[in-house]
């Protein structure tokens, strides 16, 4: 298990370094002075701050020692400096990460959770009006753009009704501590999350919808039923079981997928993590932080993968751990 | 043909996603001929309702611009967008994923490390990148979108040519004399063709939602009105006038579901064995 872990870890590492390579060669393929694209859109930086990014960088040295510069600097964490916000921008995205992290975290256990057991209660009744309503909505939920979903539920569950709070992390100025505060954050995580959550959770519910019914045709099933088990227990015990690996595999795969979702989902509820972060830089041509939440966000994707390899061990016993 | 367009036709929801696609179509194409003016241009004073002022029948939006005609030229735009970036999508898929199935060994390693590569990095935030450092025209938002959803065609066609490459008419070719390019080209390639058709008509939808997506944050050419601008600028009055976020929006579930519809119906028709669809 542990070479195992350690044999994706290192390839996690090359992908994050080819990153970097990439964001680097980015930079000196757009238009213009490398120092001016690293400091912002042009006339924001001083002609002082330009000089300084330039010696900091190299930027009169060969390619490849540039390049080594701005490795040395990636790796240990150092992401540049936002002249627009006056901040590191390892600390500007260390400070919004959490955010984020929740966001996205609760979006994607509740698609997958509801979206396996709608998949689960589809299949079992195929052709049923439960399975006809259940497919209708996980087709339009597919179709939806996500951006749209989450500005309309905004204006109907906050704006109209009046029901949860369409915007920030938290009541300003409420002073809410310990469970109050909790309290008042998860209030203001519903409509993200879920709107977040919607897109994926259809995804997944067809996934396991049709991985049901494909497993419950294999001849092992037959078997559990010439035995006299419970429909229910071969259902639970030899159809979800198996019929899960590959709605695990495309979770992994879709991890990208919601970070990207994340970025539109958090625009329209102003909710403060990286997402926001980054609709902000793209309005202030801000790119160095573009580019580290970029980084950032493929690190946690890869991080998120490396975990889902690890759930998928655990629950499939026939795989042979080599990397 | 008939086989096909008969089994086509036994799934209800491709028939309905088909006229659906149908109507945006016309629409695209009557644009230019149904509203000749600029979907820029300001007709009447801003915030006019739908069906309240004869001529516009969607009102006008925070600038008083005809609603409706925006909606006619975003048809042309999006349908116009998730064709081509679809098309150069294909372009650089099927020859990556035909060269690692067909030569497999370090080829197919190398292909695939650099296949598995892209579809790692977040491709939304990875096109977000591209479009703010260059700047955003439609050429540009096309390859920023072929750029990012070319991963699965490699992967399906690299598994559909290992699977043909070692059939007899394969072998026979070979030995006919007939070299590689000729063998992928009119052998096995024409083969592969209805899983890629199927997983076209899905990208196509895909394609349409991300360049909605970016458009909405912005990153959209800026001389070209879509669906996806229109919910962008709309977005700071919808407390005032919600039908301009609500329309727009409207269309692309409109045409994206049409063309997922249309996906499933081909998928049908085309392999009947394949009935699951990833990615």
């Not at chain 1, 001083?46 to 540039?66: H, I, M, N, S």
């Not at chain 1, 998860?186 to 396991?208: D, E, Q």
Request: with cysteine.
């Amino acid at each position: 298990m542990i070479r195992f872990i350690l044999g994706r870890l290192v390839k996690a590492v090359f992908i994050l370094l080819a990153i970097l390579v990439f964001n680097f060669l980015l930079i000196h393929a757009a238009p213009g002075d490398p120092a001016a694209v690293m400091a912002g859109e042009a006339g924001a930086a001083d002609e002082k701050f330009l000089a300084d990014l330039r010696t900091r960088f190299g930027l009169d040295q060969p390619l490849y020692v540039q390049l080594w510069i701005y490795l040395k600097g990636a790796v240990q964490l150092d992401l540049g400096f936002s002249f627009r916000q006056q901040m590191p921008v390892a600390e500007l995205i260390g400070d919004r990460l959490p955010a984020t992290l929740l966001l996205t975290g609760v979006a994607f256990v509740l698609s997958l959770v509801l979206g396996v057991i709608a998949g689960v209660a589809a299949s079992a009744r195929q052709g049923s009006w439960g399975d006809t309503i259940i497919s209708t909505l996980a087709l339009l939920f597919y179709a939806t753009p996500l951006f749209w979903v989450a500005l309309m539920a905004a204006l109907v569950f906050s704006v109209w009704l009046g029901w949860l709070p369409g915007f920030g992390y938290s009541t300003i100025g409420a002073g809410y501590t310990g469970f109050a505060h909790a309290l008042d954050v998860a209030k203001h995580l519903v409509l993200p999350a879920t709107t977040l959550g919607l897109f994926f959770m259809a995804i997944y519910m067809r996934m396991t919808r049709a991985s049901m019914l494909e497993v419950s045709r294999l001849d092992f099933v037959k078997t559990a039923r010439a035995k006299g088990l419970k429909r229910s227990v071969i259902q639970r015990r030899h159809i979800l079981r198996n019929a899960l690996l590959p709605v695990i595999t495309l979770a992994g795969l879709q991890a990208g997928q919601i970070f990207g979702g994340a970025i539109l989902t958090e625009t329209v509820f102003a909710w403060p993590g990286i997402g926001r972060l980054m609709f902000e830089a793209i309005n202030q041509r801000d790119y160095n932080v573009i580019l580290g939440v970029f980084y950032i966000s493929a690190a946690m994707v890869l991080l998120f993968n490396l975990i889902t390899d690890v759930v998928y061990v655990i629950i499939d016993p026939r795989i042979r751990l080599t990397g | 043909m008939k086989d096909f367009w008969k089994r086509f036709r036994y799934n209800r929801g491709a028939v309905i996603g088909l006229v659906i696609l149908t109507i945006v179509v016309a629409t695209a194409i009557a644009a230019p001929f149904v509203f000749p003016q600029s979907p820029w241009k300001m007709v009447q004073r801003p915030f006019l309702p739908p069906f309240t002022q004869d001529g516009l029948m969607l009102g006008t939006d925070a600038l008083g611009r005809n609603v409706l005609s925006g909606l006619v030229h975003g048809a042309y735009v999006s349908l116009l967008v998730g064709l081509v970036s679809t098309i150069v999508a294909l372009a650089i898929g099927v020859p990556v994923g035909a060269c690692a199935g067909y030569f497999a060994g370090r080829t197919d390693d190398a292909l695939m490390r650099f296949t598995e590569f892209f579809q790692t990095i977040p491709s939304f935030a990875l096109a977000i990148v591209l479009l703010a450092i260059f700047q955003p025209s439609l050429t540009f938002v096309i390859i920023a979108i072929a750029i990012v959803s070319w991963p699965p065609v490699a992967r399906l066609v690299r598994g559909e040519v290992l699977s043909l490459r070692t059939r007899e008419f394969v072998e026979a070719a070979t030995l006919s004399g007939l070299g590689n390019t000729q063998i992928i080209l009119r052998h096995i390639l024409p083969n592969a063709l209805p899983p890629i058709i199927v997983l076209a008509s899905l990208m196509v939808a895909q394609a349409i939602l991300l360049e909605s997506s970016l458009s909405f944050l912005g990153l959209g050419d800026p001389n070209i009105m879509s669906w996806g601008y229109m919910i962008g600028s709309a977005r700071t009055v919808i407390r005032t006038a919600w039908w301009l976020s609500f329309l727009p929006g409207m269309a692309i579930l409109l045409t994206v579901l049409a063309l997922n519809l249309i996906g499933e119906g081909l998928n049908d028709a085309l392999n009947p064995r394949l009935t699951r669809k990833s990615e």
